[in-house]
């Protein structure tokens, strides 16, 4: 999870921003970085530069225990296939190549705690000196593998609520029981040392959807019983025509992205109890900032280009992101859309480092961070949007 950090900086005689080494170190500031500046009236961004790999993605294995009505499974006939320990191997080695070692997330398409050697994985990437976080469902939890995790030395453990009540959560996580993997969270929870602050941190997952909705506030008070610190709620991505249906996302919420030109008439908001009157007030065509913040600054983004990520399939294939790591399909307004897979090539074949830093890879990120991204659920979709060869502008993504 992202956390806000002040800090001074000053100006030198040749006009140059300098900040202390710590964070020149931390952010990847170093000689030679290329960073993404952006300008508003009231304030300078800089984003993540592109030649620093803060975090990594491994995809252990691409089984699952469930069958859930948003996973991207429904779509995709995966494989029921393991990283094989070469590949692992590999990972390892090259992730020490890198200052600072990055932020390993072991995830993707299957259920990480369905892999034998989850708990050895996680202690062979604490031993790079790296954080270490995964993601799981929860369903198979149990007493003996929360004990080796937190022995392992697992930073974050991060688990899929997607309901509040059994029955909601059953509605789309079938075939497993809330109570169930509540139980299993507490005891998690207890196992852990005592501490002020203590270690694993616990987040919850909670992908919004129209039939869930009204859960998440029940769902972060049932998490902060159970001593979760973390809560990231995501969209529902319909990978099927029916769960177009129930997107959350609509053009009032898209509007204020596109709010940004000077040219439009400007609106500042205090903080206030709207009562909801920002939302019908954002498709009005102006141009708002609340609290001091312009909304229509920069908030649709890649979270993996913007986050300084990658990722590793099961087979070693490194992609920008994992759902790039599979061709699938999505849904948006009624329209099928293809996405094919988009590698950059082989862990097994090339280290980590030459992959992140080719040519190729790198352009790749840059164009991403710096693209305007399309309003698709604004405008309903063009000629370019069944499939994913072509930006916006038609131009090939490689």
């Known amino acids: 999870m992202s956390s806000t950090l002040k800090l001074w900086g000053q100006v030198d005689e040749a006009g140059r921003l300098v900040i202390s080494s710590e964070e020149v170190a931390r952010f990847g500031l170093g000689p030679g970085a290329k960073v993404l500046v952006e300008a508003s009236d009231q304030a300078l961004r800089l984003h993540h530069p592109v030649n620093q790999l803060a975090k990594i993605y491994v995809e252990p294995l691409a089984r699952c225990n469930l069958d859930c009505r948003t996973c991207l499974r429904n779509v995709w006939q995966a494989p029921n296939e393991v990283m094989a320990e070469v590949t692992f191997d590999r990972i390892m080695e090259d992730l020490a190549a890198f200052s600072p070692i990055p932020t ?16 050895e994985m996680v202690a062979r990437a604490k031993g790079l000196g790296a954080r270490v976080e995964m993601i799981t469902n929860g369903t198979i939890l149990g007493q003996r593998i929360s004990r080796q995790l937190i022995e392992a030395g697992l930073d974050l453990l991060w688990v899929s609520l997607d309901g509040a009540t059994p029955e909601s959560y059953a509605d789309v996580r079938l075939g497993a029981s809330l109570p169930a993997v509540l139980a299993n969270v507490k005891r998690f929870s207890q196992l852990r040392p005592p501490a002020h602050y203590p270690a694993p941190e616990i987040g919850i997952v909670f992908v919004a959807m129209k039939r869930n909705i009204a859960d998440l506030p029940l769902l972060m008070r049932i998490g902060q019983q159970m001593g979760a610190t973390h809560f990231l709620v995501s969209n529902v991505l319909p990978y099927t025509a029916e769960l177009q249906a129930e997107v959350l996302y609509s053009r009032v919420s898209n509007d204020v992205t596109y709010l940004a030109s000077p040219r439009l008439p400007q609106m500042s908001l205090p903080k206030l109890a709207t009562n909801g009157v920002v939302g019908r007030v954002m498709g009005q065509g102006w141009n708002i900032s609340f609290a001091g913040h ?63 830093l080719s040519p190729e890879y790198t352009t790749f990120r840059e164009r991403v961070q710096f693209f305007d991204f399309s309003p698709c659920a604004f405008c309903g979709g063009c000629d370019l949007s069944p499939e994913n060869k072509k930006d916006c502008f038609g131009k090939a993504r490689t």
């Open 104 to 119: 390993v997330f072991f995830g993707g398409l299957g259920e990480p705690l369905t892999h034998p050697k989850l708990a």
């Open 294 to 356: 312009n909304l229509g600054v920069r908030n649709d983004h890649c979270p993996f280009i913007e986050s300084g990520s990658m990722s590793v399939g099961w087979d070693g294939s490194v992609s920008p992101c994992l759902p790039l790591l599979h061709d699938h399909v999505s849904f948006l307004n009624d329209r099928e859309r293809f996405v094919h897979h988009y590698t950059i090539g082989k862990v097994t074949e090339q280290s980590l480092k030459e992959l992140w």
